[in-house]
């Protein structure tokens, strides 16, 4: 388990991410009900996708460079074997 935090720039950055991806989804959400141009939803859910991908590079940009930057520079395998066997997963489920 990686003890590290992730700085405070980063989280600001994330959190900001967030919390526009948040407010397309509302306003999605809104556009589906007021039955709004099918065009214009598609654009403004491709908006929140690239949101929340710009976060999601983030928070794996800081991981590497805490966590498994971390394991990599210790003398424990399992660690760094740990590390590996988590981004490949993580890889998967992203769809990489």
């Known amino acids: ?3 590290h935090m992730m700085n ?3 989280k600001a950055q994330v ?3 967030l919390k526009r991806a948040a407010g397309q989804v ?3 959400q809104r556009m589906v009900e007021e039955d709004r141009y099918c065009v214009d939803v598609l654009l403004q859910i491709a908006a929140a996708r690239a949101a929340l991908a710009k976060a999601g590079q983030l928070m ?3 991981h590497l460079q805490t966590c498994v930057k971390g394991a ?3 003398t ?3 660690d760094r074997q740990t590390k590996i066997d988590e981004l490949i997963r993580l ?3 992203m769809g990489a």
């Open 1 to 3: 388990m990686c003890i």
């Open 8 to 10: 405070e720039d980063t």
């Open 15 to 17: 959190t900001k991410r």
């Open 26 to 28: 509302s306003g999605i």
């Open 60 to 62: 794996l940009a800081s």
């Open 72 to 74: 990599f520079a210790s």
């Open 76 to 78: 424990d395998a399992e």
């Open 91 to 93: 890889f998967e489920k």
